[in-house]
Protein backbone atom coordinates (compact mmCIF):
# COMPACT_ATOMS: atom_id res chain seq x y z
CA UNK A 1 0.00 0.00 0.00
CA UNK A 2 1.13 3.69 -0.91
CA UNK A 3 2.10 5.36 1.34
CA UNK A 4 -0.54 8.94 1.70
CA UNK A 5 2.57 11.08 2.23
CA UNK A 6 3.72 10.33 -1.23
CA UNK A 7 0.67 11.04 -2.94
CA UNK A 8 0.95 14.88 -1.43
CA UNK A 9 4.11 15.41 -2.54
CA UNK A 10 3.44 14.69 -5.70
CA UNK A 11 0.40 16.35 -5.69
CA UNK A 12 2.23 19.59 -4.31
CA UNK A 13 5.20 19.14 -7.09
CA UNK A 14 1.95 18.82 -9.93
CA UNK A 15 0.69 22.16 -8.43
CA UNK A 16 3.84 23.84 -8.41
CA UNK A 17 4.77 23.04 -12.04
CA UNK A 18 1.44 24.00 -13.51
CA UNK A 19 1.62 27.53 -11.13
CA UNK A 20 4.80 27.93 -12.62
CA UNK A 21 4.14 28.04 -16.50
CA UNK A 22 1.59 29.83 -15.82
CA UNK A 23 3.37 32.63 -13.71
CA UNK A 24 5.87 32.24 -17.14
CA UNK A 25 2.54 32.54 -19.62
CA UNK A 26 1.37 35.88 -17.63
CA UNK A 27 4.69 37.34 -17.43
CA UNK A 28 5.22 37.16 -21.27
CA UNK A 29 2.10 37.94 -22.17
CA UNK A 30 2.09 41.31 -20.13
CA UNK A 31 5.87 41.98 -21.89
CA UNK A 32 4.46 41.47 -25.04
CA UNK A 33 1.08 43.84 -24.54
CA UNK A 34 2.79 46.57 -22.29
CA UNK A 35 6.70 46.86 -22.61
CA UNK A 36 7.28 45.09 -26.59
CA UNK A 37 6.68 47.37 -28.82
CA UNK A 38 7.37 45.64 -31.89
CA UNK A 39 4.83 43.19 -31.10
CA UNK A 40 2.16 46.36 -31.48
CA UNK A 41 3.90 47.66 -34.27
CA UNK A 42 3.25 43.73 -35.72
CA UNK A 43 -0.85 43.42 -34.13
CA UNK A 44 -1.64 47.16 -35.90
CA UNK A 45 -1.25 46.36 -39.23
CA UNK A 46 -5.09 46.23 -39.77
CA UNK A 47 -4.91 50.09 -38.66
CA UNK A 48 -1.12 50.81 -40.44
CA UNK A 49 0.18 51.21 -43.44
CA UNK A 50 3.99 50.53 -44.44
CA UNK A 51 4.93 53.15 -47.78
CA UNK A 52 8.18 52.52 -49.30
CA UNK A 53 9.69 56.02 -49.21
CA UNK A 54 12.27 55.59 -52.39
CA UNK A 55 14.98 58.12 -52.70
CA UNK A 56 16.13 60.50 -55.05
CA UNK A 57 18.37 58.94 -57.85
CA UNK A 58 21.68 60.26 -58.13
CA UNK A 59 22.27 63.13 -60.96
CA UNK A 60 24.64 62.71 -63.93
CA UNK A 61 26.21 65.59 -64.83
CA UNK A 62 28.94 66.29 -68.01
CA UNK A 63 32.52 67.05 -67.39
CA UNK A 64 32.04 70.86 -67.06
CA UNK A 65 29.05 70.26 -64.75
CA UNK A 66 26.10 70.69 -67.25
CA UNK A 67 23.27 68.65 -65.86
CA UNK A 68 22.65 65.90 -68.34
CA UNK A 69 20.07 64.05 -65.84
CA UNK A 70 17.98 64.83 -63.31
CA UNK A 71 14.82 63.73 -61.78
CA UNK A 72 10.86 64.48 -61.77
CA UNK A 73 8.11 63.67 -59.13
CA UNK A 74 5.68 60.89 -60.50
CA UNK A 75 3.22 58.49 -58.78
CA UNK A 76 2.33 55.31 -58.36
CA UNK A 77 -1.48 54.85 -57.56
CA UNK A 78 -1.04 51.52 -54.75
CA UNK A 79 -3.87 49.37 -53.45
CA UNK A 80 -4.49 47.10 -50.52
CA UNK A 81 -7.26 44.37 -52.04
CA UNK A 82 -8.88 43.49 -48.58
CA UNK A 83 -9.12 46.89 -47.42
CA UNK A 84 -11.18 47.87 -51.28
CA UNK A 85 -15.05 48.76 -50.70
CA UNK A 86 -15.70 50.69 -54.27
CA UNK A 87 -19.19 51.61 -54.81
CA UNK A 88 -18.58 53.64 -57.99
CA UNK A 89 -15.65 52.81 -60.02
CA UNK A 90 -16.31 55.39 -62.77
CA UNK A 91 -15.10 58.60 -61.80
CA UNK A 92 -11.46 56.33 -60.71
CA UNK A 93 -11.28 55.05 -64.26
CA UNK A 94 -12.01 58.62 -66.11
CA UNK A 95 -9.45 60.08 -63.70
CA UNK A 96 -7.07 57.40 -64.83
CA UNK A 97 -7.82 57.10 -68.19
CA UNK A 98 -8.53 53.49 -68.30
CA UNK A 99 -11.36 51.71 -69.58
CA UNK A 100 -13.86 49.45 -66.93
CA UNK A 101 -12.68 46.17 -68.39
CA UNK A 102 -8.87 47.42 -68.01
CA UNK A 103 -10.03 48.38 -64.23
CA UNK A 104 -11.24 45.16 -63.26
CA UNK A 105 -8.71 43.14 -64.72
CA UNK A 106 -5.78 45.21 -62.90
CA UNK A 107 -7.94 44.92 -59.48
CA UNK A 108 -8.24 41.09 -60.01
CA UNK A 109 -4.26 40.97 -60.74
CA UNK A 110 -3.67 42.48 -57.11
CA UNK A 111 -6.00 39.90 -55.64
CA UNK A 112 -4.24 37.51 -57.20
CA UNK A 113 -0.93 38.70 -55.36
CA UNK A 114 -2.44 39.26 -52.44
CA UNK A 115 -5.16 39.51 -49.99
CA UNK A 116 -3.45 42.15 -47.97
CA UNK A 117 0.04 43.32 -48.92
CA UNK A 118 -0.28 46.66 -51.21
CA UNK A 119 1.07 46.33 -55.03
CA UNK A 120 0.77 48.65 -58.08
CA UNK A 121 -2.71 49.56 -59.78
CA UNK A 122 -1.12 52.27 -62.21
CA UNK A 123 2.30 53.17 -62.20
CA UNK A 124 3.48 57.46 -62.91
CA UNK A 125 0.58 59.09 -62.55
CA UNK A 126 1.44 62.85 -62.76
CA UNK A 127 1.34 65.18 -59.99
CA UNK A 128 -1.63 66.91 -60.64
CA UNK A 129 -3.79 63.66 -61.02
CA UNK A 130 -2.01 62.70 -57.69
CA UNK A 131 -3.04 65.78 -56.09
CA UNK A 132 -6.62 65.52 -57.10
CA UNK A 133 -7.07 62.16 -55.92
CA UNK A 134 -5.34 63.04 -52.16
CA UNK A 135 -8.37 65.08 -51.72
CA UNK A 136 -10.68 62.30 -52.81
CA UNK A 137 -9.01 59.44 -50.68
CA UNK A 138 -11.48 58.91 -48.61
CA UNK A 139 -14.43 57.44 -51.96
CA UNK A 140 -11.35 54.86 -52.18
CA UNK A 141 -10.86 52.87 -49.56
CA UNK A 142 -7.83 50.44 -50.13
CA UNK A 143 -5.82 52.49 -52.70
CA UNK A 144 -3.22 55.40 -51.69
CA UNK A 145 -0.43 57.04 -53.63
CA UNK A 146 3.33 56.54 -53.47
CA UNK A 147 5.52 59.24 -54.77
CA UNK A 148 8.35 58.18 -57.47
CA UNK A 149 10.82 59.75 -59.51
CA UNK A 150 11.24 59.35 -62.88
CA UNK A 151 14.55 60.16 -64.86
CA UNK A 152 14.71 63.85 -67.53
CA UNK A 153 16.83 64.36 -69.90
CA UNK A 154 17.29 68.16 -70.23
CA UNK A 155 19.66 68.14 -73.52
CA UNK A 156 18.05 65.07 -75.65
CA UNK A 157 21.45 63.59 -76.09
CA UNK A 158 24.30 60.86 -75.17
CA UNK A 159 21.43 58.04 -74.66
CA UNK A 160 23.92 55.39 -75.70
CA UNK A 161 26.09 56.56 -72.85
CA UNK A 162 23.86 57.13 -70.54
CA UNK A 163 21.07 54.39 -70.59
CA UNK A 164 18.18 54.17 -69.80
CA UNK A 165 15.94 52.96 -66.07
CA UNK A 166 13.00 50.38 -66.32
CA UNK A 167 11.28 48.33 -64.20
CA UNK A 168 13.13 44.89 -62.45
CA UNK A 169 12.18 41.89 -64.28
CA UNK A 170 12.07 38.61 -61.95
CA UNK A 171 15.89 37.39 -62.74
CA UNK A 172 16.88 41.30 -61.59
CA UNK A 173 14.56 40.80 -58.83
CA UNK A 174 16.32 36.86 -58.08
CA UNK A 175 19.73 38.38 -58.04
CA UNK A 176 19.62 40.87 -55.72
CA UNK A 177 17.13 41.32 -52.89
CA UNK A 178 16.94 45.11 -52.54
CA UNK A 179 14.50 44.92 -55.17
CA UNK A 180 11.00 43.79 -55.16
CA UNK A 181 8.63 43.41 -58.16
CA UNK A 182 7.63 47.70 -58.75
CA UNK A 183 11.52 48.85 -58.39
CA UNK A 184 13.53 50.58 -60.84
CA UNK A 185 16.83 49.53 -62.16
CA UNK A 186 19.54 50.79 -64.70
CA UNK A 187 19.14 48.68 -67.79
CA UNK A 188 22.03 50.07 -70.23
CA UNK A 189 24.75 52.54 -69.79
CA UNK A 190 26.21 54.36 -66.84
CA UNK A 191 22.74 53.98 -65.55
CA UNK A 192 23.22 49.92 -65.25
CA UNK A 193 26.79 50.40 -64.49
CA UNK A 194 26.74 52.52 -61.83
CA UNK A 195 23.44 51.35 -60.72
CA UNK A 196 24.41 50.74 -56.70
CA UNK A 197 26.04 54.25 -57.15
CA UNK A 198 22.81 55.97 -58.52
CA UNK A 199 20.10 53.83 -56.95
CA UNK A 200 20.54 55.18 -53.11
CA UNK A 201 18.57 53.34 -50.21
CA UNK A 202 15.16 52.97 -49.59
CA UNK A 203 13.31 54.20 -46.24
CA UNK A 204 9.68 53.03 -44.64
CA UNK A 205 7.65 55.33 -43.62
CA UNK A 206 4.97 53.91 -40.95
CA UNK A 207 1.60 55.70 -40.98
CA UNK A 208 -1.76 55.13 -39.11
CA UNK A 209 -4.97 55.14 -41.19
CA UNK A 210 -8.62 55.14 -40.63
CA UNK A 211 -11.37 52.99 -41.48
CA UNK A 212 -11.97 55.49 -44.44
CA UNK A 213 -8.26 54.81 -46.13
CA UNK A 214 -7.78 58.59 -44.32
CA UNK A 215 -4.22 58.89 -43.10
CA UNK A 216 -4.03 59.94 -39.25
CA UNK A 217 -0.46 60.51 -39.11
CA UNK A 218 3.03 58.94 -37.88
CA UNK A 219 2.89 55.53 -36.18
CA UNK A 220 5.07 55.89 -33.15
CA UNK A 221 5.94 59.39 -33.58
CA UNK A 222 7.85 57.65 -36.31
CA UNK A 223 10.22 56.13 -34.25
CA UNK A 224 10.06 52.63 -36.14
CA UNK A 225 10.77 55.15 -39.64
CA UNK A 226 13.58 54.50 -41.57
CA UNK A 227 15.22 57.51 -44.29
CA UNK A 228 16.05 57.17 -47.56
CA UNK A 229 19.20 57.85 -48.47
CA UNK A 230 19.90 59.75 -52.04
CA UNK A 231 22.04 57.93 -54.86
CA UNK A 232 25.62 59.62 -55.24
CA UNK A 233 25.77 61.73 -58.30
CA UNK A 234 27.98 61.05 -61.01
CA UNK A 235 30.55 63.42 -63.17
CA UNK A 236 30.42 62.09 -66.50
CA UNK A 237 33.86 62.78 -68.72
CA UNK A 238 31.66 63.48 -71.75
CA UNK A 239 31.50 67.17 -73.22
CA UNK A 240 27.68 67.90 -73.68
CA UNK A 241 28.17 70.30 -76.24
CA UNK A 242 30.71 68.45 -78.39
CA UNK A 243 28.28 65.23 -77.72
CA UNK A 244 25.33 67.28 -78.94
CA UNK A 245 27.31 68.56 -82.26
CA UNK A 246 28.37 64.96 -83.03
CA UNK A 247 25.16 63.96 -83.02
CA UNK A 248 23.97 66.79 -85.24
CA UNK A 249 27.29 66.40 -87.63
CA UNK A 250 25.81 62.42 -87.88
CA UNK A 251 22.56 63.32 -88.50
CA UNK A 252 20.85 60.88 -91.58
CA UNK A 253 24.33 58.95 -91.89
CA UNK A 254 24.94 55.47 -89.92
CA UNK A 255 28.06 55.00 -88.34
CA UNK A 256 29.96 56.60 -84.97
CA UNK A 257 31.73 59.19 -83.24
CA UNK A 258 34.01 58.56 -80.49
CA UNK A 259 36.41 61.61 -78.53
CA UNK A 260 39.06 60.78 -76.46
CA UNK A 261 40.91 62.97 -73.93
CA UNK A 262 44.43 60.96 -74.36
CA UNK A 263 46.25 61.98 -71.46
CA UNK A 264 43.32 60.69 -68.97
CA UNK A 265 41.01 57.73 -70.86
CA UNK A 266 38.71 60.17 -70.46
CA UNK A 267 35.12 60.04 -73.15
CA UNK A 268 34.97 63.22 -74.77
CA UNK A 269 31.98 62.40 -76.68
CA UNK A 270 30.69 58.66 -77.62
CA UNK A 271 28.21 59.18 -80.74
CA UNK A 272 26.19 56.19 -82.41
CA UNK A 273 23.94 57.07 -85.26
CA UNK A 274 21.07 56.61 -85.80
CA UNK A 275 20.68 57.33 -81.70
CA UNK A 276 17.07 58.32 -79.99
CA UNK A 277 15.37 60.68 -77.77
CA UNK A 278 16.42 59.22 -74.04
CA UNK A 279 13.48 60.89 -73.04
CA UNK A 280 11.32 58.51 -75.09
CA UNK A 281 12.49 55.87 -72.69
CA UNK A 282 10.38 57.59 -69.84
CA UNK A 283 7.23 56.74 -68.45
CA UNK A 284 4.11 55.38 -69.45
CA UNK A 285 5.26 55.39 -72.92
CA UNK A 286 8.63 53.55 -72.37
CA UNK A 287 7.29 50.23 -73.16
CA UNK A 288 5.45 51.24 -76.40
CA UNK A 289 8.37 53.46 -77.54
CA UNK A 290 11.28 50.95 -76.73
CA UNK A 291 9.13 48.24 -79.04
CA UNK A 292 9.12 50.66 -81.67
CA UNK A 293 13.26 51.28 -81.47
CA UNK A 294 13.64 47.43 -81.35
CA UNK A 295 11.76 47.37 -84.24
CA UNK A 296 13.45 49.62 -86.33
CA UNK A 297 15.55 48.30 -88.91
CA UNK A 298 18.40 50.89 -88.76
CA UNK A 299 18.64 49.33 -84.66
CA UNK A 300 18.78 52.67 -82.63
CA UNK A 301 18.83 51.13 -80.04
CA UNK A 302 22.75 49.33 -81.05
CA UNK A 303 25.64 51.73 -79.68
CA UNK A 304 27.67 50.89 -82.98
CA UNK A 305 30.51 52.77 -81.33
CA UNK A 306 31.29 49.74 -78.83
CA UNK A 307 29.75 46.94 -80.85
CA UNK A 308 29.75 47.71 -84.48
CA UNK A 309 32.77 45.37 -86.08
CA UNK A 310 34.42 46.86 -89.19
CA UNK A 311 37.40 46.09 -91.34
CA UNK A 312 39.86 48.96 -90.05
CA UNK A 313 40.77 49.79 -93.40
CA UNK A 314 44.46 52.29 -94.06
CA UNK A 315 44.13 53.16 -90.52
CA UNK A 316 45.35 49.95 -89.89
CA UNK A 317 48.43 50.84 -92.14
CA UNK A 318 50.08 53.06 -89.14
CA UNK A 319 50.30 49.98 -86.45
CA UNK A 320 51.97 47.51 -89.35
CA UNK A 321 54.51 50.63 -89.63
CA UNK A 322 55.60 50.74 -86.37
CA UNK A 323 55.01 47.02 -85.61
CA UNK A 324 58.01 46.85 -88.74
CA UNK A 325 60.02 49.42 -86.89
CA UNK A 326 59.36 47.60 -83.65
CA UNK A 327 60.96 44.08 -85.17
CA UNK A 328 63.26 45.35 -87.11
CA UNK A 329 62.48 44.38 -90.26
CA UNK A 330 61.98 48.11 -91.37
CA UNK A 331 63.70 51.79 -90.55
CA UNK A 332 62.30 55.13 -91.14
CA UNK A 333 64.27 54.96 -94.18
CA UNK A 334 63.07 51.81 -95.58
CA UNK A 335 61.21 52.68 -99.11
CA UNK A 336 59.29 50.60 -101.62
CA UNK A 337 57.92 50.72 -105.18
CA UNK A 338 54.53 51.16 -105.13
CA UNK A 339 54.13 48.16 -107.81
CA UNK A 340 50.41 47.27 -108.27
CA UNK A 341 50.88 44.46 -109.20
CA UNK A 342 51.12 43.00 -105.95
CA UNK A 343 48.23 45.03 -104.95
CA UNK A 344 46.13 47.53 -105.91
CA UNK A 345 46.67 51.28 -105.06
CA UNK A 346 45.83 54.64 -105.97
CA UNK A 347 48.58 57.10 -107.78
CA UNK A 348 50.63 58.66 -105.98
CA UNK A 349 54.33 58.57 -105.98
CA UNK A 350 57.24 56.25 -104.66
CA UNK A 351 57.08 55.70 -100.74
CA UNK A 352 60.76 55.83 -99.88
CA UNK A 353 60.40 56.51 -96.34
CA UNK A 354 58.26 55.13 -93.41
CA UNK A 355 56.71 58.77 -93.17
CA UNK A 356 55.92 58.86 -97.00
CA UNK A 357 54.45 55.69 -96.81
CA UNK A 358 51.71 56.70 -94.48
CA UNK A 359 51.46 60.33 -96.36
CA UNK A 360 50.23 58.22 -98.97
CA UNK A 361 49.09 55.00 -97.64
CA UNK A 362 50.44 53.16 -99.76
CA UNK A 363 49.06 49.52 -100.55
CA UNK A 364 51.95 47.94 -101.95
CA UNK A 365 54.59 49.72 -99.29
CA UNK A 366 52.38 47.45 -96.90
CA UNK A 367 52.41 44.35 -98.42
CA UNK A 368 56.18 44.30 -98.27
CA UNK A 369 56.44 45.84 -94.20
CA UNK A 370 53.50 42.81 -93.52
CA UNK A 371 55.67 40.20 -95.81
CA UNK A 372 58.88 41.02 -93.71
CA UNK A 373 56.78 40.97 -90.47
CA UNK A 374 55.63 37.12 -90.87
CA UNK A 375 58.39 35.68 -93.41
CA UNK A 376 61.50 36.49 -91.44
CA UNK A 377 63.75 33.44 -93.05
CA UNK A 378 64.33 31.51 -90.07
CA UNK A 379 63.26 28.08 -91.09
CA UNK A 380 63.43 26.71 -94.43
CA UNK A 381 59.71 26.33 -94.67
CA UNK A 382 57.34 29.31 -95.97
CA UNK A 383 54.17 27.77 -93.54
CA UNK A 384 56.40 27.20 -90.32
CA UNK A 385 57.85 30.30 -90.94
CA UNK A 386 54.68 32.10 -91.44
CA UNK A 387 53.24 30.63 -88.08
CA UNK A 388 55.94 31.96 -86.06
CA UNK A 389 55.28 35.20 -87.88
CA UNK A 390 51.57 35.47 -87.73
CA UNK A 391 52.44 34.93 -83.93
CA UNK A 392 54.77 37.26 -83.34
CA UNK A 393 52.95 39.93 -85.04
CA UNK A 394 49.87 39.10 -83.18
CA UNK A 395 51.24 39.73 -80.27
CA UNK A 396 52.33 43.12 -81.36
CA UNK A 397 49.18 43.73 -82.05
CA UNK A 398 47.76 43.44 -79.19
CA UNK A 399 49.72 45.62 -77.06
CA UNK A 400 47.14 48.47 -78.84
CA UNK A 401 44.54 47.12 -77.45
CA UNK A 402 43.00 45.31 -80.66
CA UNK A 403 41.21 41.98 -80.57
CA UNK A 404 39.89 42.18 -76.86
CA UNK A 405 37.71 44.35 -74.83
CA UNK A 406 38.88 47.58 -73.61
CA UNK A 407 37.85 47.94 -70.13
CA UNK A 408 35.39 50.76 -70.43
CA UNK A 409 33.18 51.14 -67.75
CA UNK A 410 30.02 50.20 -69.42
CA UNK A 411 29.13 47.24 -70.65
CA UNK A 412 28.38 45.41 -74.18
CA UNK A 413 31.84 46.68 -75.34
CA UNK A 414 32.95 43.93 -78.16
CA UNK A 415 36.44 43.20 -78.33
CA UNK A 416 37.05 42.62 -82.32
CA UNK A 417 39.17 40.08 -84.15
CA UNK A 418 42.74 39.50 -84.47
CA UNK A 419 43.28 36.35 -86.55
CA UNK A 420 45.12 33.60 -85.26
CA UNK A 421 47.63 30.99 -85.90
CA UNK A 422 44.91 28.42 -84.84
CA UNK A 423 42.59 30.17 -87.00
CA UNK A 424 43.77 29.94 -90.08
CA UNK A 425 44.68 26.14 -89.18
CA UNK A 426 41.08 25.60 -88.63
CA UNK A 427 40.05 27.77 -91.29
CA UNK A 428 42.67 26.25 -94.71
CA UNK A 429 44.22 23.22 -92.10
CA UNK A 430 47.73 23.00 -90.94
CA UNK A 431 50.69 23.67 -93.07
CA UNK A 432 48.23 24.66 -95.77
CA UNK A 433 48.39 28.56 -95.14
CA UNK A 434 50.87 30.93 -95.54
CA UNK A 435 51.77 34.55 -96.28
CA UNK A 436 49.91 34.50 -99.82
CA UNK A 437 46.86 33.60 -97.85
CA UNK A 438 46.47 36.31 -95.38
CA UNK A 439 48.66 39.33 -97.17
CA UNK A 440 45.11 41.23 -97.21
CA UNK A 441 45.80 41.68 -93.10
CA UNK A 442 48.71 43.75 -94.40
CA UNK A 443 46.41 47.16 -95.41
CA UNK A 444 43.74 46.39 -92.64
CA UNK A 445 41.26 43.80 -94.44
CA UNK A 446 40.47 39.82 -94.83
CA UNK A 447 39.88 38.81 -91.37
CA UNK A 448 40.75 41.43 -88.89
CA UNK A 449 38.00 43.74 -87.00
CA UNK A 450 38.16 46.81 -85.13
CA UNK A 451 35.54 48.54 -83.02
CA UNK A 452 35.12 52.38 -83.36
CA UNK A 453 36.60 52.93 -79.81
CA UNK A 454 39.72 50.89 -80.26
CA UNK A 455 39.98 53.25 -83.38
CA UNK A 456 39.51 56.51 -81.08
CA UNK A 457 41.96 54.03 -78.43
CA UNK A 458 44.55 53.75 -81.13
CA UNK A 459 44.72 57.76 -82.28
CA UNK A 460 45.20 58.12 -78.25
CA UNK A 461 48.33 55.68 -77.94
CA UNK A 462 49.84 57.54 -80.77
CA UNK A 463 48.82 60.93 -79.47
CA UNK A 464 50.69 59.78 -75.98
CA UNK A 465 53.75 58.62 -78.29
CA UNK A 466 53.00 54.98 -76.56
CA UNK A 467 50.89 54.04 -73.72
CA UNK A 468 47.15 54.65 -73.33
CA UNK A 469 44.26 54.95 -69.79
CA UNK A 470 41.64 52.58 -70.57
CA UNK A 471 38.70 55.32 -71.86
CA UNK A 472 35.60 55.56 -69.46
CA UNK A 473 33.01 57.47 -69.45
CA UNK A 474 32.86 58.58 -65.09
CA UNK A 475 35.00 60.93 -63.48
CA UNK A 476 33.69 61.77 -60.46
CA UNK A 477 31.61 60.22 -58.19
CA UNK A 478 30.14 62.54 -55.46
CA UNK A 479 32.67 64.80 -56.83
CA UNK A 480 35.48 62.56 -55.72
CA UNK A 481 37.91 61.74 -58.32
CA UNK A 482 38.41 58.36 -59.95
CA UNK A 483 41.34 56.31 -57.70
CA UNK A 484 44.31 56.54 -59.18
CA UNK A 485 45.11 52.59 -59.29
CA UNK A 486 41.94 52.45 -61.73
CA UNK A 487 43.85 54.85 -64.50
CA UNK A 488 47.16 53.28 -64.32
CA UNK A 489 48.81 53.64 -67.95
CA UNK A 490 49.52 50.64 -69.92
CA UNK A 491 52.68 50.81 -72.25
CA UNK A 492 52.91 49.45 -75.81
CA UNK A 493 56.59 48.86 -74.96
CA UNK A 494 57.65 50.19 -78.52
CA UNK A 495 59.79 52.92 -78.97
CA UNK A 496 58.64 56.67 -78.69
CA UNK A 497 60.83 57.31 -81.49
CA UNK A 498 59.24 55.45 -83.55
CA UNK A 499 55.52 57.08 -82.44
CA UNK A 500 56.86 60.59 -83.72
CA UNK A 501 58.15 59.34 -86.55
CA UNK A 502 53.84 57.99 -87.17
CA UNK A 503 53.00 61.22 -85.81
CA UNK A 504 54.92 63.03 -88.51
CA UNK A 505 53.34 61.04 -90.85
CA UNK A 506 50.19 61.61 -90.47
CA UNK A 507 50.44 65.22 -89.80
CA UNK A 508 51.81 65.15 -93.65
CA UNK A 509 48.31 63.46 -94.53
CA UNK A 510 46.60 66.04 -93.75
CA UNK A 511 48.79 68.66 -93.98
CA UNK A 512 51.16 67.94 -97.39
CA UNK A 513 50.99 67.15 -101.08
CA UNK A 514 49.65 63.76 -101.80
CA UNK A 515 48.06 63.46 -98.38
CA UNK A 516 44.48 61.72 -97.67
CA UNK A 517 43.03 63.44 -96.01
CA UNK A 518 43.10 67.43 -96.86
CA UNK A 519 39.52 67.91 -95.76
CA UNK A 520 40.24 67.72 -92.23
CA UNK A 521 42.42 70.73 -91.86
CA UNK A 522 41.63 73.08 -88.92
CA UNK A 523 41.82 76.50 -88.87
CA UNK A 524 44.60 77.40 -86.41
CA UNK A 525 45.27 73.50 -85.20
CA UNK A 526 47.62 71.22 -86.19
CA UNK A 527 45.81 67.59 -87.15
CA UNK A 528 47.46 64.42 -87.26
CA UNK A 529 45.52 61.88 -89.27
CA UNK A 530 44.83 58.83 -90.88
CA UNK A 531 42.54 57.86 -93.62
CA UNK A 532 40.69 54.86 -94.49
CA UNK A 533 38.16 53.10 -96.79
CA UNK A 534 36.92 49.64 -95.60
CA UNK A 535 35.77 47.24 -97.73
CA UNK A 536 32.32 46.21 -97.25
CA UNK A 537 31.20 43.06 -99.46
CA UNK A 538 27.49 44.33 -98.68
CA UNK A 539 27.15 47.23 -100.64
CA UNK A 540 29.27 50.75 -100.60
CA UNK A 541 32.67 51.05 -98.73
CA UNK A 542 32.86 52.40 -95.44
CA UNK A 543 35.02 55.89 -94.76
CA UNK A 544 37.00 55.83 -91.83
CA UNK A 545 39.13 58.52 -89.84
CA UNK A 546 41.59 58.63 -86.78
CA UNK A 547 43.27 62.00 -86.07
CA UNK A 548 43.99 63.61 -82.96
CA UNK A 549 45.15 67.14 -82.53
CA UNK A 550 47.16 69.20 -81.85
CA UNK A 551 50.74 67.60 -82.58
CA UNK A 552 52.01 69.02 -79.42
CA UNK A 553 50.25 68.38 -76.35
CA UNK A 554 47.37 67.16 -77.60
CA UNK A 555 44.20 67.68 -75.85
CA UNK A 556 41.62 65.39 -78.33
CA UNK A 557 41.88 61.57 -80.35
CA UNK A 558 39.07 60.75 -82.32
CA UNK A 559 37.95 57.82 -84.79
CA UNK A 560 34.89 58.66 -87.43
CA UNK A 561 33.06 55.85 -89.14
CA UNK A 562 30.28 56.63 -91.98
CA UNK A 563 28.48 53.29 -93.17
CA UNK A 564 28.64 52.80 -96.95
CA UNK A 565 29.93 56.44 -97.67
CA UNK A 566 32.69 55.70 -99.52
CA UNK A 567 36.49 57.02 -98.96
CA UNK A 568 37.75 58.26 -96.04
CA UNK A 569 38.67 61.33 -96.60
CA UNK A 570 35.47 62.43 -98.16
CA UNK A 571 33.09 62.18 -94.95
CA UNK A 572 34.72 61.20 -91.70
CA UNK A 573 37.52 63.15 -92.05
CA UNK A 574 35.88 66.58 -92.56
CA UNK A 575 33.32 65.39 -89.48
CA UNK A 576 36.50 64.77 -87.33
CA UNK A 577 38.15 68.33 -88.35
CA UNK A 578 34.75 69.56 -86.93
CA UNK A 579 34.34 68.24 -83.83
CA UNK A 580 38.35 68.75 -83.23
CA UNK A 581 37.58 72.72 -84.13
CA UNK A 582 34.80 72.33 -82.19
CA UNK A 583 36.30 71.24 -78.95
CA UNK A 584 39.52 73.19 -79.19
CA UNK A 585 38.19 76.41 -80.55
CA UNK A 586 34.70 76.28 -79.14
CA UNK A 587 33.52 77.63 -82.32
CA UNK A 588 33.31 76.94 -86.27
CA UNK A 589 35.50 79.35 -88.84
CA UNK A 590 34.82 75.95 -91.45
CA UNK A 591 31.26 77.11 -92.32
CA UNK A 592 31.31 75.65 -95.73
CA UNK A 593 32.96 71.96 -94.52
CA UNK A 594 30.33 72.48 -91.59
CA UNK A 595 26.72 73.32 -94.13
CA UNK A 596 28.02 70.11 -96.63
CA UNK A 597 27.87 68.19 -93.78
CA UNK A 598 24.91 68.94 -92.20
CA UNK A 599 23.27 69.20 -95.77
CA UNK A 600 24.63 65.55 -96.44
CA UNK A 601 21.67 62.79 -95.82
CA UNK A 602 22.61 59.63 -96.60
CA UNK A 603 19.01 58.08 -95.25
CA UNK A 604 16.08 59.58 -94.19
CA UNK A 605 15.50 59.51 -90.55
CA UNK A 606 12.91 60.99 -87.95
CA UNK A 607 12.85 59.03 -85.19
CA UNK A 608 9.04 58.21 -83.67
CA UNK A 609 8.46 58.25 -80.34
CA UNK A 610 6.41 60.32 -77.56
Not at 131 to 136: L, N, R, V
Not at 174 to 186: A, E, L, M, Q, T
Not at 216 to 239: C, E, H, P, R, V
Not at 346 to 366: E, F, R, T
Request: glycine residues 8%; aromatic residues 10%; contains cysteine.
Amino acid sequence: MKNPQTYATRRYVFLSIIIGISIIFLVRLSWLQIFDSSYKASASNNSRRDVTIYPSRGLIYDRNGELLVSNKAVYDLMVIPGQTDLKDTTTLCQLLDIEKDEFRKKLQKAWDYSYFKASIFEKQISKDIAGYFQEQTFKYPGFYMRPRTLRNYPRSIAAHVLGHVGEVNQAEINSDPYYVSGDYIGKSGIEKEYEEVLRGKKGVEKLLVDVHNREMGSYMDGQFDTAAIAGKDLTATIDAKLQAYGEKLMQNKIGSVVAIEPSTGEILSMVSSPGYDPNQLVGRVRSKNYRKLQKDTLKPLFNRALMASYPPGSIFKVVQALIGLDLNVIDSTTGFVCNKALVGCHNHPNADNVKKSIQYSCNPYYYQVFKRIILQGETNSVFTDSRKGLKEWRNEVSKFGLGRKLGLDIQNVKPGYIPSVEFYDHWYGKNRWAFSTIYSLSIGQGEVSVIPIQMANLAAIIANRGYYIEPHLVKKINGNPLKDEELEPKETGINTDYFDLAAEGMRAVVEEPYGTARRARTPGVTVCGKTGTAENPHGEDHSVFIAFAPKKNPQIAISVYVENSGFGGTWAAPIASLMIEKFLNDSIQSTAKEKRILDTKFFEYEPDGN
